[in-house]
């Protein structure tokens, strides 16, 4: 009998004593003291342990795909050393004093598997202060981080300001400069001083019809179009400097793309399916939109664009996880019934038409 009486006693006085302790605010939510040990050891546990087993579902790639390598750096700079730092960069004071601290990714990436790093960036950590992604549904985007976070403890100081910045002191003396050059010089960090984008992941600008590129920088601002890559950029410019910018990469003139070895029959393929479709399976011609300049000015120029951004797309496309401006549901239409080796075939085609007239 008595023993029962503990026991009830436990099940519902404790949670009252513990209640009744935040309410009178007797648990210090300081972070100048630290945790007790007990609670430091179970916190880091359960952190780790939990990363483990979640990550027990992540399918990892077998290689990292290595040319988002410039954008996840780039993102970097701005999104992460802010708390975790980067070579030729320390940690600020104020971060030091985070509870837990965040660490230099430098020395703890090792620690840890490519799915185990996938789970952490994607889904951030729960009060730590570690954010989740700031796109939904763009995994690539976290594995592009995931191969840059393989990288970090390689690279020196210079090494990543030029990877992250693009060797930096992009500047242009065009007259059609936004008013904030500072702005303009942050897009050039990935997407190169020419609009030429970087490492085929980062699309080329130069040339573009402008009314879809301020349609779709719009489109990144309000979250119509998912990319955390892009998230940041956008965020908090001015709607008249949106438009100046569009305008400014509009005017630049096109830069071919650097091709991958790509066998002429896969080219063929993609003429095809570019100039007729796929009538057997209501696949669309895709020049019907995009090619010819009497086109909708919101239907984007595909032409030597890189293939690796043109065939990601499409992928989004077809998943309906791209967004993008009010027409992108035509484009889902399209890419809906398209293979991966259709997706691979009518980019390699659009990535090499640069020499055409757009
Ligand atoms: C607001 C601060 C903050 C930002 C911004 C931030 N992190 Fe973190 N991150 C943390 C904290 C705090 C931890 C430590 C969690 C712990 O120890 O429980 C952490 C942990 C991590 C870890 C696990 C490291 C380890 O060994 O414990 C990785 C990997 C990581 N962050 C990557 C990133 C990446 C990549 C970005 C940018 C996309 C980023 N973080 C942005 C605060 C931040
Ligand atoms: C951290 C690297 C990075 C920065 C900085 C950056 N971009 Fe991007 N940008 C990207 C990536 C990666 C994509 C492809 C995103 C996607 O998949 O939707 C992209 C896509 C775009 C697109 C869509 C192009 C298309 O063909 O649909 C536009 C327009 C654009 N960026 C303009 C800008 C402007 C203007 C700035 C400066 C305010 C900027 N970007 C800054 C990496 C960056
Ligand atoms: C009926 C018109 C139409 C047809 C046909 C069409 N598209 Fe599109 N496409 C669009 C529109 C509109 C967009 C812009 C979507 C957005 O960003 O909102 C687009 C965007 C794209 C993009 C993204 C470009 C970028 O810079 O991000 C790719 C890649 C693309 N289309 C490929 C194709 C291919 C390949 C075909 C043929 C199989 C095709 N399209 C057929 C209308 C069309």
Known sequence: MIRLKYVVFGAIGLPVVLLLGAWIGFFNVGASSGHWKVTAWFL??????????????VDAPKTLDRRGLPAAAGHFARGCAICH?????????????????????????????????????????????????????????????VAFLRELPKLDPNEFRALA?????????????????????????????????RGGAVPALAGQKEAYLLASLQAYAKGDRTSGFMA??????????????????AAQPPVSAD?????????????????AGIPERNVPACSGCHLGSDKNPVYP?????????????????RSEDRGGTPFW????????????????????????RAEVPR
Not at 44 to 57: D, G, K
Not at 329 to 352: C, K, P
Request: aromatic share 8%; glycine share 8%.
């Open 44 to 57: 880091q546990l359960a952190m780790r342990s939990a990363v483990r087993t979640y990550a027990l579902a």
């Open 165 to 197: 910045f693009n060797g930096s002191g992009a500047t242009t003396s065009s007259d059609q400069q936004p008013a904030t050059p500072d702005v303009l010089s942050d897009c050039m960090r990935c997407h190169g001083g020419d609009g030429d984008g």
């Open 232 to 249: 940041l950029p956008v965020t908090g410019v001015d709607p008249a400097d949106l438009a100046a910018l569009a305008r400014y990469f």
């Open 259 to 275: 091709h991958d070895q790509v066998s002429a029959e896969v080219i063929n393929k993609g003429q095809q399916i570019a100039e």
């Open 301 to 317: 120029r595909l032409n030597g664009q890189h293939a690796a951004y043109l065939e990601r797309q499409l992928k989004l496309f």
């Open 85 to 145: 730092g980067a070579p030729g960069e320390l940690r600020s004071p104020a971060v030091l004093r985070m509870l837990p601290q965040p660490p230099d990714l430098a020395l703890t990436v090792g620690d840890w598997t490519d799915a185990q790093l996938f789970r952490i960036v994607r889904h951030g950590i729960r009060f730590t202060g570690m954010p989740a992604w700031p796109a939904r549904d763009r995994d690539d985007e976290v594995w592009a981080m």
């Open 329 to 352: 549901h035509i484009m889902a239409t399209a890419a809906q019934r398209l293979t991966d080796d259709d997706i691979q075939a009518v980019s390699a085609y659009f990535s090499r």
